[in-house]
């Protein structure tokens, strides 16, 4: 029936139709796009899916549908796959975020032993405790200036007193003349494995020990503390201008 009439209603419904789709596929875009900007802001909540009941098993369950409601097939279709997935890609977008706050936060720091925490404060105390002055009074020292002359250069002696932190009063061992002489113009003595020392600068600064062993390749010595809280403590590595031998 090709009336001008039925061709005109025809094609009325046809751009009804198109309408109708277009207008469901901006409201979809329009929701993507609100749950974009929502994800930027704000945890998103998921839909709570709750089961049908009724309270009085006689009463019927009534469905209303809206008049306008109706349309093609192809548009509800269309729609419905719309909108699972917008459904999908929230849930994607959820996930991610949630993925990512897990990521962020800091890991755990995995928990230091007893030793561990000792052998940190040894290295402090060593860091910390090193001064630029090492003369102790009754350790035996060797004079290296040869500004005395032959005289007294390499000669051992004994430090009797202390001034001013950086100048010794020291004893000769063989003549028992006494000088009096900067710590520039000393330097320590290393006994035999077995001899008292005292360890005059770092951490140990101080304490009195017994040589254990003598490391020449890295000038360096072993001790073991033989008096005071330390008493019994093994250390070692002690550098050569760090310990002396007690007179």
């Known amino acids: 029936d090709r009336d001008p009439e039925t061709i005109r209603r025809q094609q009325e ?39 049908l009941t009724r309270e009085n098993e006689e009463e019927k369950v009534i469905f209303t549908l809206n008049k306008g409601a109706s349309t093609s097939v192809a548009a509800s279709s269309k729609t419905g796959v ?81 001034i001013d932190k950086y100048t010794a009063v020291v004893r000769l061992i063989d003549s028992g003349d006494k000088l009096k002489l900067d710590q520039t113009h000393l330097e320590t003595v290393i006994p035999a494995p077995g001899k008292k020392v005292m360890v005059l600068n770092g951490g140990y600064r101080g304490n ?3 040589l254990e062993s003598i490391n020449e390749r890295r000038f360096s010595v072993t001790i073991t503390i033989d008096s005071g809280p330390l008493k019994g403590r093994r250390v070692e590595d002690i550098q050569y201008e760090d310990v002396s031998k007690l007179a």
Do not use: C
């Open 13 to 51: 419904q046809e751009r009804k139709k198109k309408q109708d789709l277009d207008d469901e596929e901006k409201t979809a875009k329009f929701i993507e796009q609100q749950v974009r900007r929502g994800l930027e802001g704000k945890e998103l909540e998921m839909p709570v899916y709750t089961e």
């Open 82 to 162: 719309l909108g699972q997935n917008t459904l999908k890609m929230v849930e994607r977008a959820v996930k991610r975020k949630g993925a990512a706050h897990i990521s962020g936060q800091p890991k755990e720091k995995k928990k230091k032993s007893a030793l561990d925490e000792i052998m940190e404060l040894e290295e402090e105390k060593k860091r910390t405790s090193r001064r630029d002055y090492w003369l102790q009074p009754d350790i035996i020292v060797k004079i290296v200036t040869k500004k005395l002359g032959e005289k007294y250069h390499k000669k051992k002696a004994v430090v009797k007193e202390v």
């Open 208 to 210: 009195e020990g017994i």
